[in-house]
């Protein structure tokens, strides 16, 4: 299955995985509206919807950049509505728009806390409840969510709950949603990475940790989400997808390739927050079986 000629409405994807997302669907000659806040330069977050809408008709797609803040609902009906106005119709959405702070309850303000929660929660349920009345007329509609699997570990919550509280309420949307919009035939699935992913956003919230860090790019994120965004949505809803394990579940060996310092080790790589321990062990297994293969 291709994504030649569908319609993809990626939140936040003016940089990072969001941009990755569009130009991987590009590649194919999907149409992306690339629907995010800059649409100035910014020295701190290099990127906008312009530069992202000039990379993604390199690659070969149309693009539609729309300003939109995810937390303005009059802008996100009006961003919808625009993309169905501009190509006729929607048939997939890419929540991948989210706020980030690495701090503590007392740390945490309450400014900033709204801000993460307006975004990630309640912006991915916004988009989706006015996304779904043109999905559910589509062709193989998909909604995936960049979120995590619903780990309910404490060591997941303590150092950070406000963040942890706000990105998990994007993974109850997948879990509510998968069943709701099933008889619709709209597939809802998560994607999560199993390292750190280098992206502007990261050095700045870990920017600490930037010459210790040993992370992946955005592309293996984009491949991982191409292999959802193909599979049957009567058949492929509710899922927490781990980027690594889809992947070699899919028949990928060579991961050297998403390596953000070249050589790393897979040992040696930064781990993300929130992973399942049943998803490592799977992983592990693979792995492993994965190596012996290549050695017959």
Known sequence: MSLRGKVLFITGASRGIGKANALRAARDGAYVAIAAKTADPNPKLPGTIFSAAKEIEVAGGKALPIQCDIREEEQV?????????TFGKIDIVVNNASAISLGGTESTDVKRYDLMHSINGRGTWM?????????????????LNISPPLSMEERWFSPFPAYTIAKYNMS?????MAGEFRPLGVAVNALWPLTMIETAALRIADGANAETRRSRTPEIMADAAYHVLTQD?????????????LLRKSGVTNFEKYNNTPGTALEDLTPDFFLDAKQLEE????????RENARL
């Open 172 to 176: 109850l949307c997948v879990l509510g």
């Open 77 to 85: 009906r009006k961003a919808i509505d625009l993309t169905v106005k």
């Open 127 to 143: 988009v989706s409840k006015y996304a779904v009345e043109h999905l559910k007329r589509a062709e193989n509609p998909h909604i």
């Open 283 to 290: 992983l592990d297994a693979l792995r492993v079986k994965q």
């Open 233 to 245: 949505a009567s058949t492929f809803s509710g899922n927490f997808c781990l980027d690594e394990l």
